[in-house]
């Protein structure tokens, strides 16, 4: 039988033996910007930048320790109940609120919920 994220492998993942060092690298990295992002000295744009890109790339990490690469950034999020085993309900937000950064709304985000809460 083959897993969930196997079954990705077909469209939305790509096989690809995880990398010790590369995994290592993610999880420094995300926790690094983690660690920043909790700093109240930095802007609340920058604490949210950090805080969203700390948790890609812990995300991106556990999926490359299960062997697979994303095609798309936002799947890292939607494959945390195979990676992680995360529960849906607790992710949802998180790929809707990257895309806030691309379109330049972050700012409307922060107007509604803390730094805390989206993280």
Known sequence: MTSP????AESLLAAE???????????????????DAG???NSLPSRFDLAYNAAHALCLAALRYHGFRPEKRYIV???????????????????????????????RLFDRMSLISCC
């Open 77 to 107: 999020f939607q494959v945390l109940p195979h990676t992680l085993g995360v529960c849906p309900s607790n992710h949802f937000r998180l790929p809707r609120m990257g895309r806030g950064l691309d379109n330049g709304s972050w700012p």
């Open 5 to 8: 994220l196997e079954r990705l």
């Open 17 to 35: 033996a995880p990398d010790a060092k590369e995994f290592a690298g993610l999880k420094s990295s995300g926790l690094a910007r983690l660690k």
């Open 39 to 41: 700093n109240s000295s």
